[in-house]
């Protein structure tokens, strides 16, 4: 029995088993057995992520740490809660260069890495070799203390997707 995939770039297939890159649009998978051929037509949807919730407080910034919120006193930074991404991810901001952010990103729920201060202006691309999560941490670029309000208006202008 021979399996075959018409995308590899979407879904790979091995003994039966289909798994998909996270990439939106439709794949045909095949099973071949000598004169016969079976075809199934799989439409990918995009990945569904959970509410992400952003809070005052900071990141744990250990490398080799799982994810942790601590605490920020003088409430100057919000984060994240921590993001799977089981599929390459494209998080989006719009609330520009009044508010910068760094990017935590982590592989087998441990942190490996994180950025330096950048504008909250463009998209970020995440791919899921390279990371299993990610948490963000926002700051004003004036270091002014956050509202709730203020959160909440900053929330909307994060859109979290897969790439």
Known sequence: LRWLTTDEKMATVSDGTV???GKQGSVTIYAVCGNYRAECLVEIEAYVYPEVIFQIGE??????GAYARTNDAKKMRISSDYIKTPVDTMITMTSGS???YQLYKYYDDKLISFGTWTNCTGTI???AEECSGVAIKIRKSNYGTWTEDEIT???KTVKIESA
């Open 59 to 64: 990141i744990s910034e250990t490398v080799g």
């Open 98 to 100: 009044n508010y910068l």
């Open 153 to 155: 208006a900053f929330v």
């Open 19 to 21: 798994s998909t890159t």
């Open 125 to 127: 691309q995440i791919s």
